[in-house]
């Protein structure tokens, strides 16, 4: 008696760590190039890629990172060791820095409007400025950049760039359409110029100021002590002399590393250097003079030292107190944080933390709500708060698979997702409200690839090489195989919680933006999810994507019992390309079966030969008679046109079941040898 089975889900993603025949119906033993739908639970042809740029970079884009500056999306490219800015519209580029000898990428954050980079050994700042014209007056040398918000001679919001030394000037009344002197540098108006330069390092030492007030005069003759610094001056003081007369006595003694300045019944005395001064104080002796002595304003070193986060490879700003914080300097496995609001301030001799024993290597760090996120080899550490000593806390989190690269790590829905030893894990956000459970069920850490994509997990080369990031509810992993390049990306479908691989991308960047992902690649930048042909970034010519599935074995109900497959039916959404087709395997355990080029353009539209049939249907069955016997079938499909996406929404089976047939019966005499 014929019987039928039909398998209408097809949504369950490619699962290559279990047999064929054990994973569920809705899961694919392989999957390339094909994405997965909610909605209808089909398979359907991944997108493809575009060009940005029409004539190929003839060189690696190396990096590449997307900021926002106002409304105004900004992207720049790496290439041949320089940064540019690029067009996103035609892909021109426009060189704006050479990054240090032998340096390929770059390690960006963003505060105040600005973009900042290290590559490893230096540190750079993209859109800053010196001067706004608020300030008046000031003393402008070649190079200086003016933000005009006076001059009606210039634009108002407009960044301007010194041509030459000036001296002293009045910002507020410059000619800024006089391009002898000066040269408009506006990147983004009222926000950003285009100029990108070396960091200055803050410096935040200070020069101790001391008020001397003198509030009665002299009862007594006598000698009064100003120490300054554990420094003593002296003067002499008449019985007679009054607060005017003591103040004129004080300003003629010679304070050396001072500057005396009279403010009415006081002496300020502001000290030369900047630096920290030992405590100083007045002694009036028998003189019976009253005074007070007042220190306006401590001395302070420079404690700002930048060397160490040059070399940091990894940076984030914390949204509480907008420091921010650097990692990855090879010398050192502190995490570094900087002053709050200004990011070229490190007091890195003292202002970095350290995990416990045992942690290994700083690997990653991120945001998760107000909290900064770091990753070590062995386990996760979390900062909250501020201010140290106060109300900042740093401490370990229940999370003892750590994160292998730092690129990798991204924030997914109420979580975030990373690459770790293993396989790619999701951790719930709840994650940092959690404080005595060491390791916690899978409601708060997943291994997400766990029994799904092991394979491919196992076949990573470079695991530091590979490159994250979510978009449209999408997690992407380009990896590669040769430890060369990210030749593969494994994408991992929220909705449907399920991978495929796609091919034909060589990503060595991700530029997301709100509304379209974009990747760094060799020769060219690329859009992604942009059509249903690839890009060979050798010769920047289309190329086909190459969608290629196989099912799970199917055993029509028991595994040891042979069927024979009469008929196998395929249903397929009919797209308008002018031509369609697709080639089907039935794969019977040694045995195949081939079907090469299904038409699947068979309904008569705009563009196809007469002779089709008339009308449109959405939907297509293709019947394919098969007469064949097995205790297993399996589907495979395969279509590398160009231009021809393809959607499977279901596979159907009619089969009779014949007895119990076990196909390989071992003898006796070969269990005994």
């Known amino acids: ?104 990428r770059i390690y960006p954050f963003v505060m105040y409007e600005r973009l900042y980079f290290g590559d490893g050994s230096e540190l750079y700042v993209w859109g800053d400025f010196n001067f706004a014209s608020d300030l008046g007056t000031v003393t ?141 104080y007045f002694d009036p002796s028998v003189t019976g003079i009253s005074a007070t002595y007042e220190v306006t ?38 995490l570094y944080y900087g002053e709050i609001g200004n990011p070229a301030y490190f007091a890195s001799a003292i202002n970095k933390v350290y995990p416990a024993n045992g942690y290994g290597k700083i690997t990653a760090i991120g945001v998760l709500s107000d909290s900064i996120i770091v990753s070590y080899e062995n386990g996760w550490y979390a900062w909250d708060g501020i201010t140290p000593l106060k109300d900042a806390r740093w401490g370990p989190l229940n999370l003892p698979y750590g994160c292998v690269c730092h690129e990798s790590l991204a924030l997914t829905p109420y979580s975030f997702t990373y690459l770790g030893k293993d396989g790619l894990y999701t951790v719930s956000a709840s994650i940092l409200s ?103 970034v050798d010769t920047g010519e289309k190329r086909p994507i190459q969608f290629h599935v196989k099912t799970k074995d199917y055993a029509l109900g028991n595994i040891l019992s042979t069927k024979n497959l009469r008929f196998m039916g395929l249903v397929f959404k009919q797209n308008s390309e002018p031509k369609s087709s697709i080639d089907i395997n039935v794969i019977m355990g040694y045995e195949e079966y081939h079907v090469d080029e299904v038409d699947l353009a068979e309904s008569l539209v705009y563009g196809r030969d007469w002779g089709a049939i008339w009308g449109f249907s959405e939907s297509v069955i293709k019947m394919v008679e098969v007469s064949r016997a097995s205790n297993a079938f399996q589907i495979e499909l395969i279509n590398n046109n160009l231009d021809d996406p ?5 596979i159907g089976f009619i089969f009779e079941e014949s007895d119990l047939v076990l196909p390989n019966i071992m003898k006796d005499e070969v269990l005994l040898t």
């Open 646 to 650: 393809v959607t499977l929404i279901g």
């Open 434 to 536: 959690s404080d005595l459970v060491l390791i916690q069920g899978k409601d708060i850490i997943k291994k997400i690839t766990e029994n799904r994509v092991e394979k491919t997990m196992g076949s990573i080369k470079d695991r530091k090489m590979c490159r994250g990031v979510f978009y449209d509810n999408v997690y992407y992993l380009a990896y590669n195989t040769d430890g060369e390049k990210n030749d593969k990306v494994l994408k991992y479908e929220w909705d449907t919680k399920s991978f495929t691989i796609k091919t034909g991308w060589i990503v060595n960047q991700w530029l997301p933006d709100p509304e379209e992902l974009y990747f760094a690649s060799k020769n060219f930048l690329l859009k992604a999810n942009d059509g249903y042909s690839d890009i060979d």
């Open 297 to 334: 304003q401590e001395g302070k070193d420079n404690d700002n030292d930048l060397t160490p986060i040059k070399k940091c490879t990894m940076f984030v700003v914390h949204p509480g107190s907008y420091r921010v914080f650097a990692a990855g300097n090879p010398d050192d496995n502190g």
């Open 140 to 280: 402008i040398s070649t190079g200086k950049v003016v933000k005009n918000n006076h001059s009606a001679t210039g634009t108002i919001g407009n960044f301007y760039k010194a041509k030459s030394d000036f001296g002293s000037i009045d910002l507020k009344t410059q000619d800024y359409t006089d391009t002898v002197k000066w040269e408009d540098v506006t990147d983004v108006r009222y926000f950003s110029s285009n100029v990108v330069a070396k960091v200055v390092a803050h410096d935040p030492s200070k020069k101790e100021i001391v008020l001397l007030t003198i509030t009665k005069g002299a009862a007594a003759a006598g000698t009064v002590s100003i120490i300054l610094n554990d420094v003593t001056f002296t003067c002499a003081i008449a019985s007679t002399d009054t607060v005017p007369e003591i103040i004129d006595k004080i300003m003629a003694v010679t304070t050396t590393g001072w500057t005396k300045t009279k403010v009415s019944n006081s002496v300020r005395f502001t000290k030369d250097a900047a630096g920290l001064s030992v405590n100083g």
């Open 1 to 104: 008696m014929l019987s039928q089975l039909i398998y209408a889900d097809l949504s369950g993603g490619l699962n290559d760590s279990i047999a064929a025949i054990s994973i569920k119906d809705s899961e694919l033993a392989f999957s390339e190039c094909a994405d997965y739908s909610a909605e209808v639970k089909g398979i359907q042809t991944s997108k493809g890629c575009t060009k940005i740029n029409e004539a190929s970079y003839a060189a690696d884009i190396t990096d590449g990172y997307r900021w926002t500056i106002g409304s105004t999306y900004k992207r720049c490219l790496v290439k041949g060791g320089k940064v540019y800015d690029v067009d996103i519209n035609d892909g021109t580029l426009t060189e704006k820095i050479t990054l240090t000898v032998n340096a390929k």
